[in-house]
């Protein structure tokens, strides 16, 4: 039994509907993911197809003991969610990967029960091939970050009515030689990602959602997949602002996992998240400010609405140091050098 709650506008409603029907399994619908627990056919549900944000609300509401299998795609998976999923008798927990344009799936993972590592989206289902190219379109080595590439039975044929956007995202297959008609052109998602030495792909984040902060070049889905596997982290989702004019910093937004935290525990887990991010990510990485949520704003589809995050407050959790100015002519000039490399009116020695 698979739980039909995805509008027919995303296609994600094609594996719930279409998929079972040709398999000879029921359908059991429902307006969206949230009303499972009060459906009269609640008990028939066996499968879940939906979106780690909701999975982690049905979490709490408590889901129907019949279900054994748990399909999770359209945002990062946090491990610590994998695992609250296996502790309530869940089975198999699935990480799955795929844009609309290649419908619907186009990786598959199983995540492992008891592991401590970060899911990955796993291998290529059948009939698709994935390509990890940088700017060259030129295939990067194992273990190099570059941008997924797909090509495949499941891709469309492209934009209707939209053939400027087509041709750009829709490319001819720039790797292989002598393909198939229907591998010879590939879409060029805007997603990061890497191949793993095992053939798995470790995702990384969305290309727009790479941001430049002091010069430096940041993935926000890094640090993302770090404050995920920390305790007490239910949701979590970091964003560069400019809350004050020439103040770009990284802020990330946090959902705990309990209620009627006080100031001094929010600190002792800003610490503690400091203490994770310092121990598997480069300095510059480290947010500014941590702003902890009751709920996370969604979008209609389930997924974090990055768009309605609230601005970073003076009541916020800071993590810089305040500014200090040069002290000595030594300094003066090491500020003076790093302004001008940085592209910056001043510069502080923190």
């Given at each position: 039994?698979?739980?039909?709650?995805?509008?027919?506008?995303?296609?994600?409603?094609?594996?719930?509907?279409?998929?079972?029907l040709s398999c000879g399994c029921k359908v059991i619908i429902a307006e969206n993911a949230l009303q499972l627990p009060t459906l009269p056919a609640a008990g028939e549900v066996?499968?879940?197809?939906?979106?780690?944000?909701?999975?982690?609300?049905?979490?709490?509401?408590?889901?129907?003991?019949?279900?054994?299998?748990?399909?999770?795609?359209?945002e990062p998976l946090s491990n610590q969610l994998a695992q609250q999923l296996y502790q309530q008798n869940i089975e198999y927990v699935f990480n799955l990967y795929g844009p609309s344009e290649d419908t619907t799936y186009s990786t598959c993972a199983l995540v492992e029960k008891g592991t401590s590592k970060s899911p990955?989206?796993?291998?290529?289902?059948?009939?698709?091939?994935?390509?990890?190219?940088?700017?060259?379109?030129?295939?990067?080595?194992?273990?190099?970050?570059?941008?997924?590439?797909?090509?495949?039975?499941?891709?469309?044929?492209?934009?209707?009515?939209?053939?400027?956007?087509?041709?750009?995202?829709?490319?001819?297959?720039?790797?292989?030689?002598?393909?198939?008609?229907?591998?010879?052109?590939?879409?060029?998602?805007?997603?990061?990602?890497?191949?793993?030495?095992?053939?798995?792909?470790?995702?990384?984040?969305?290309?727009?959602?790479?941001?430049?902060?002091?010069?430096?070049?940041?993935?926000?889905?890094?640090?993302?997949?770090?404050?995920?596997?920390?305790?007490?982290?239910?949701?979590?989702?970091?964003?560069?602002?400019?809350?004050?004019?020439?103040?770009?910093?990284?802020?990330?937004?946090?959902?705990?996992?309990?209620?009627?935290?006080?100031?001094?525990?929010?600190?002792?887990?800003?610490?503690?998240?400091?203490?994770?991010?310092?121990?598997?990510?480069?300095?510059?990485?480290?947010?500014?400010?941590?702003?902890?949520?009751?709920?996370?704003?969604?979008?209609?589809?389930?997924?974090?609405?990055?768009?309605?995050?609230?601005?970073?407050?003076?009541?916020?959790?800071?993590?810089?140091?305040?500014?200090?100015?040069?002290?000595?002519?030594?300094?003066?000039?090491?500020?003076?050098?790093?302004?001008?490399?940085?592209?910056?009116?001043?510069?502080?020695?923190?």
């Amino acid at each position: 039994g698979v739980l039909a709650s995805t509008s027919i506008c995303f296609d994600l409603s094609v594996f719930e509907i279409f998929l079972p029907l040709s398999c000879g399994c029921k359908v059991i619908i429902a307006e969206n993911a949230l009303q499972l627990p009060t459906l009269p056919a609640a008990g028939e549900v066996t499968l879940i197809n939906t979106v780690p944000t909701a999975i982690a609300e049905l979490l709490k509401m408590g889901i129907p003991k019949q279900v054994k299998t748990v399909n999770l795609a359209g945002e990062p998976l946090s491990n610590q969610l994998a695992q609250q999923l296996y502790q309530q008798n869940i089975e198999y927990v699935f990480n799955l990967y795929g844009p609309s344009e290649d419908t619907t799936y186009s990786t598959c993972a199983l995540v492992e029960k008891g592991t401590s590592k970060s899911p990955v989206i796993g291998k290529p289902i059948a009939n698709t091939q994935i390509y990890i190219l940088d700017s060259h379109l030129q295939q990067v080595p194992i273990g190099s970050s570059g941008e997924i590439y797909i090509s495949g039975a499941g891709l469309a044929r492209g934009y209707l009515n939209r053939p400027d956007l087509t041709a750009e995202k829709f490319i001819p297959n720039p790797v292989a030689e002598n393909v198939r008609a229907a591998d010879n052109r590939v879409y060029k998602t805007g997603d990061l990602g890497r191949y793993l030495p095992d053939g798995n792909i470790d995702y990384i984040g969305r290309i727009d959602n790479q941001v430049k902060i002091r010069g430096f070049r940041i993935e926000l889905g890094e640090i993302e997949a770090v404050l995920a596997d920390q305790p007490l982290v239910k949701t979590v989702a970091v964003i560069a602002r400019e809350d004050r004019p020439g103040d770009r910093r990284l802020v990330a937004y946090l959902v705990l996992n309990q209620t009627n935290v006080n100031n001094d525990e929010k600190q002792a887990f800003v610490q503690s998240w400091c203490n994770a991010i310092q121990q598997k990510l480069p300095e510059y990485m480290m947010p500014a400010a941590f702003v902890i949520l009751e709920s996370m704003p969604l979008t209609p589809n389930g997924k974090v609405d990055r768009r309605a995050l609230p601005a970073a407050e003076p009541s916020t959790l800071e993590t810089e140091s305040s500014f200090v100015a040069p002290t000595n002519s030594v300094e003066e000039a090491i500020a003076s050098i790093w302004c001008e490399v940085m592209g910056i009116e001043r510069i502080g020695i923190h």
